[in-house]
């Protein structure tokens, strides 16, 4: 299996900054590999909350996580800069998936990167709906 080669900040559409944090270090003194999923869960959502797509406390539809992938190239460490890069990969019936990746300080080439599957259920029976209007229209405008 041919190894992933880093995206660009060209291959995306939406970006944030995140401020890493003292306690993301592990023992090795890098970014723990968990906290790239922290990192992605971020982007996605607080995207979906700021263009109006994502009621997590009263919504009566919720996108549920159903995989997730990362690759690694290269280091970050506190107190690096980051941010966090989300485009959408795919629009289903029910699903989506991003692509998201993580860029350290002003790197072109990503450090990380990965993909991440909501599928979109009833909050009340956890049964796949088709997306929502707000929704789609939100995930358009990071399409590629």
């Known amino acids: 299996m041919a190894r992933e080669t880093p995206l660009t ?5 939406h970006f944030l900054e995140i401020s890493t944090r003292w306690m993301d270090n592990d023992v090795y ?3 723990n590999n968990v906290i790239y999923y922290s990192f992605f869960d971020t982007v996605v959502n607080r995207y979906l909350i700021d263009h109006g797509a ?4 009263n919504g009566k539809v919720v996108g549920l996580v159903v995989e997730t992938t990362c690759s690694y190239f290269k280091p970050v460490s506190y107190p690096d800069c980051i941010t966090a890069a989300l485009s959408v990969e795919r629009l289903g019936t029910s699903s989506v998936t991003y692509r998201v990746a993580i860029f350290r300080d002003d790197d ?8 991440f599957t909501h599928v979109y259920v009833e909050r ?9 209007d707000m929704l789609k229209a939100a995930l358009a405008k990071i399409a590629r």
Do not use: S
């Open 124 to 132: 009340a029976t956890n049964k796949p709906v088709p997306l929502p």
């Open 54 to 57: 994502l009621d997590f406390r």
């Open 108 to 115: 072109n080439d990503a450090t990380a990167q990965g993909r």
């Open 29 to 31: 003194g890098h970014i």
């Open 9 to 13: 900040r060209a291959d995306f559409t």
